[in-house]
């Protein structure tokens, strides 16, 4: 397997108390065995939880952790830009706080690496959520692959490892859910090459979901219908 020369692992957390200090901890374990330099980034996205409380601990006790804290909640796609502008190696890896994936897959990623692969991304064996989560996941995500012309078979899979400067060949914009669109279409369109690795999904053991409610799903469809229009449909104007 590749050593990388660093990796910076970027977590948003919203309401996260309950998972984000495993998320944390096997991160540090993870990274030594992949990249010569590492650091963890927590972006708490203006918990109402105990979330502050567990990383002000896990600050005192890990040095490579940094936080950084968003006084009102900003949105996943705001949480995770603010991260990646943060990041301070050439690869950054990224996944939820919510421990639904395992941050030791992370080998698993890097070990896919070719020198010619500038992002790896993860795609789920199975599903573990509830029913209607797991229909409407496919759903969705058949809609906008059709809708963005997406090369992947999971797009909605939040399990990636990719370069730091392709951020500069492709800003991202977007405050919302939709920001994992965003990213494979300009990061795609930039002429990334990719590589997909089969990963684990797991029961969500605390809290609920961001994107679950009828409030953000609306609004995530307008942000899509907004990016549709200027990734796909303008251009082709």
């Known amino acids: 397997m590749p050593r990388l020369p660093g990796v910076t692992a970027v977590f948003p957390a919203y309401n996260d108390g309950g998972t984000i200090p495993s998320m944390v901890i096997l991160a540090l374990q993870t990274l030594p065995q992949v990249a010569d330099a590492y650091e963890v ?67 698993a990623l890097a070990a896919a690496l070719r020198p010619d692969t500038d992002i790896a991304n993860g795609y789920k064996i199975v599903r573990s959520d509830p029913l209607h989560r797991i229909v409407v996941g496919r759903v969705y995500h ?35 859910g939709a920001i994992a669109v965003e990213l494979v279409k300009k990061f795609h369109a930039a002429g990334a090459r990719f590589v997909e690795v089969p990963v684990h999904h797991y ?35």
Request: proline share 4%.
């Open 41 to 107: 980034v927590v972006v708490n996205d203006g918990s109402r939880d105990y979330t502050a409380e567990m990383l002000a601990e896990l600050q005192r006790l890990y040095p490579r952790l940094r936080v950084i804290t968003h006084p009102r909640n900003c949105g996943y796609g705001a949480a995770l830009r603010t991260g990646f502008g943060a990041a301070a190696h050439d690869w950054i890896f990224y996944t939820d706080g919510d421990a639904q994936y395992d941050p030791r897959e992370l080998v």
């Open 142 to 176: 058949s809609l906008v692959k059709l809708a963005f012309g997406l090369p992947l078979r999971d797009t909605d899979c939040d399990f990636r490892l990719f370069r730091r400067s392709l951020l500069a060949q492709a800003p991202l914009e977007s405050s919302s």
């Open 203 to 237: 029961h969500r053991a605390y809290g609920g979901s961001q994107f679950f409610n009828f409030r953000r799903l609306a609004r995530t469809a307008v942000h899509l219908a907004r990016l549709w229009w200027k990734l796909v449909a303008r251009p082709m104007v």
